[in-house]
């Protein structure tokens, strides 16, 4: 079939739908950046919260030999405390690695959407061939993973295709 009588599959529309895509996967990667932003913030307040634990138990340690009294409040680091809230700072800086990961992957995947869709405009001239690279596009990269609020072309097809043959 060729675009004159199928005027539904235009090139034109499979550009314009990858470079969408690339948009949406950047705004994912902005709003991850903005929560990883949050995750290094919270990350710098524990670390100085147990910095500042250790220079108070550091200076309560310190000191000429004087009779024994009985401790004060703040003169024993509560090592319990202190041993959760550094195992809080390891686990966000894992989530942290994760989630810097996860931003690389979806910008990566952003920057192969602009790529196909300047390879499709410049090299393709069927709708029909369009749509089948960019199908086996999102099937190699397993593209609907990264949509969740959004169906892909490859999802649409196979559910297309799904219905047409029940």
Known sequence: MSDDTDPGLAVDDFVDYC????????????????????????IDEDM???????????????????????????????????????????EKQLLLEAKQTRMEVFQTLAGEYTDLAEELAEDVDDGE???????????????????D?????????TSSGSTESE
Do not use: C, I
């Not at 340690?61 to 700072?89: C, H, M």
């Not at 061939?129 to 993973?145: K, M, Q, T």
């Not at 609020?149 to 097809?157: F, G, K, Q, V």
């Open 19 to 42: 470079h969408t895509q690339a948009g949406l996967l950047s705004g994912r990667v902005e709003t991850m950046r903005s929560e990883a932003d949050d995750l290094l913030a919270e």
């Open 48 to 90: 100085a919260e147990l910095r500042g634990q250790l220079e108070d138990h550091s200076t309560a340690t310190t000191g000429t030999d004087a009779p024994s009294t009985p401790d004060g409040p703040g003169d024993e680091l509560d090592l319990d405390a202190f041993e959760e809230l550094e195992s809080n700072v390891k």
């Open 129 to 147: 061939d369009a749509l089948s690279r960019l199908l086996e596009f999102e099937a190699d990269r397993d593209a609907p993973a990264y949509f």
């Open 149 to 157: 609020e959004r169906e892909t072309m490859l999802e649409a097809a």
